[in-house]
């Protein structure tokens, strides 16, 4: 059973860097595409990243694109968020996510994410 728990958020001031971790208690994440989601206030979900369950293929949205960095290690049953560059508009609930399939690559579609994270609350101050 998927089991995630994120860590790493917090309060860093524009142009700051924070990296966020989700790591899996359950280890069976290994073979599931995982990504990574954030909830501002008043405003839906939406994807930030996302990474194939080998971390041979990635997507960034294109607000995060050449700021943010999603990896992961296997081994470690962890995913990581680089996030760079920080700007006020990233301030949200950071959740990280499993698919419901195993052996897949980058997935965006929310509805194919079936395990989730308690959430780590990113703020940025201008």
């Known amino acids: 059973q998927v089991q995630l728990v994120e860590s790493g958020g917090g309060l860093v001031q524009a142009g700051g860097s924070l990296r966020l971790s989700c790591a899996d208690s359950?280890?069976?994440?290994?073979?599931?595409?995982m990504g990574w989601f954030r909830q501002a206030p008043g405003k839906e979900r939406e994807i930030v990243a996302a990474?194939?369950?080998?971390?041979?293929?990635?997507y960034y949205a294109d607000s995060v694109k050449g700021r943010f960095a999603i990896s992961r290690d296997n081994a470690k049953n962890t995913m990581y968020l680089q996030m760079n560059s920080l700007k006020s508009g990233d301030t949200a609930v950071y959740y990280c996510?499993?698919?419901?399939?195993?052996?897949?690559?980058?997935?965006?579609?929310?509805?194919?994410?079936?395990?989730w994270g308690q959430g780590t609350q990113v703020t940025v101050s201008s």
């Open positions: 996510a499993a698919t419901r399939n195993s052996y897949v690559g980058v997935r965006t579609t929310e509805g194919l994410y079936d395990s």
């Open positions: 359950g280890r069976t994440a290994s073979s599931r595409g």
């Open positions: 990474i194939a369950w080998d971390g041979g293929s990635t």
